[in-house]
């Protein structure tokens, strides 16, 4: 459908590309005019970083609480210990109680770059409500509400059980639990409306639906799209892993070089996801071709990291990047894998995996022979060599292909 919206909410919403659907324009719409709409995404802590993947979610955050509203970031403590069965083909590790505090703790520093809560914005934990549920209690106030025929029918759920791969009870449980979030958060924080991506789609629905029966209140739900590259690759990975978030688990350098390396088709695109340059700018940057798309490349990374890591970061990363790739220099914030005298000799196999730049000892051997990977800027071909205290009496630059790249010093 064509809807015009009259809130600045959902005007950024529609034209910088985050709406995928919603369930009721018109009524969000209003309540956003209204001003002070609060809205919440859930964010389960199955890892001590999110990465790129989620930082949709977070730009969606930033910008309700920019438009007016109040964004409640709602940590999934309790939710994490069933584990969100969308979309997978097999049930997650389940996490100890620790081990998800500790995850938490990780994921908490990031949004505190993107949203502002010493100015009205809530970080919740899901456990406050979930963890002392009385069991009997919850399966007559809430679970009544459920049909386990639609249940079965959304796709998140059709698509494992038409694969015939196993959907335990407890995972089958998760989107009655995430529904009845949605209640509770629209019961204490006047919350009125849920965000997450397309596939949360089932869940969000599930949520309205609950809290309309409970509650008699009507509440919205507005979902993303799930996005991919251009060339069709998942959005947070990378050749060396997952674009983590947070800078212990990535570089500022690295994660920079995530953006510059976007592909060409991409760059308008993730201009208006990703950065707060006026619509007509991302436009224009889009559509340079030839080598002058690569400095919209730059403006792009610079504007990402330092929304998260700050100014300071990314003019360092962009220094480096040019002293690495137009000067032929090592930079002075390439990822550095320090090495102990004691764990010498270190073969050059394991200095590339090590440093990141290859995922394993297999990975490495396969870029040696393909003549891929190169040391102090002249070809590897030696698969079999050993880093000694002599060969890193000074630092040694290794590379994997041409925009990939980490120092390897002794200490």
């Not at 403006?299 to 002293?323: F, I, M, Q, S």
């Not at 003549?371 to 000074?394: E, K, Q, V």
Request: charged share 25%; net charge negative; glycine share 10%.
């Amino acid at each position: 459908m064509t809807y015009h919206p009259k809130s600045d909410f959902l005007t950024v919403m529609m034209e910088r590309g985050f709406l995928a659907d919603c369930t009721d324009y018109q009524a969000l719409d209003d309540a956003a005019l209204k001003g002070g709409l609060t809205g919440y995404i859930g964010f389960d802590a199955t890892a001590r970083s999110l990465h790129v993947g989620s930082l949709i979610q977070i730009m969606m955050l930033r910008w309700l609480q920019k438009t007016g509203g109040r964004p409640i970031t709602l940590m999934g403590g309790g939710t994490t210990k069933v584990g969100d069965p969308s979309f997978r083909a097999d049930e997650r590790p389940l996490l100890t109680p620790e081990m998800i505090d500790q995850n938490i703790a990780g994921i908490k520093r990031v949004f505190s770059a993107y949203i502002d809560y010493d100015a009205g914005a809530l970080m919740i934990n899901n456990a406050e409500w979930l963890d002392d549920l009385n069991y009997l209690d919850f399966l007559r106030d809430i679970g009544r509400h459920f049909s386990v025929n639609r249940m079965l029918s959304f796709e998140s759920v059709k698509s494992r059980l038409d694969r015939e791969q196993s959907l335990s009870f407890l995972e089958f449980n998760y989107m009655i639990l995430q529904a009845y979030d949605f209640l509770e958060l629209n019961r204490r924080y006047g919350c009125l409306l849920q965000m997450g991506g397309s596939d949360q789609w089932g869940n969000i629905v599930n949520g309205i639906d609950l809290t309309r029966r409970v509650l008699d209140a009507e509440i919205y739900g507005l979902t993303s799209p799930l996005l991919t590259t251009s060339d069709g690759k998942k959005m947070g990975k990378s050749q060396s892993g997952a674009v983590w978030l947070n800078a212990d688990m990535l570089s500022p350098y690295e994660f920079w070089q995530f953006w510059r390396n976007t592909t060409d088709a991409d760059v308008g695109r993730f201009l208006k996801l990703y950065t707060e340059l006026p619509l007509d700018e991302c436009d224009r940057l889009g559509a340079l071709a030839g080598s002058e798309i690569n400095e919209a490349k730059i403006v792009l990374a610079n504007e990402v990291t330092t929304l998260l890591h700050g100014a300071d970061a990314a003019k360092a990363a962009e220094a480096t990047a040019r002293e690495v790739f137009e000067k032929g220099g090592t930079g002075d914030d390439l990822p550095t894998l320090e090495v102990a005298a004691g764990d010498l000799p270190l073969s050059i196999v394991q200095a590339f995996v090590k440093s990141g730049l290859a995922g394993s000892g297999k990975e490495a051997k396969r870029l040696i022979a393909e003549n891929g990977a190169r040391i102090d800027d002249a070809p590897l071909t030696d698969a079999g060599l050993m880093l000694d205290a002599g060969a890193l009496a000074s630092p040694v630059k290794l590379s994997a292909g041409k925009k990939r790249h980490a120092l390897v010093k002794l200490v």
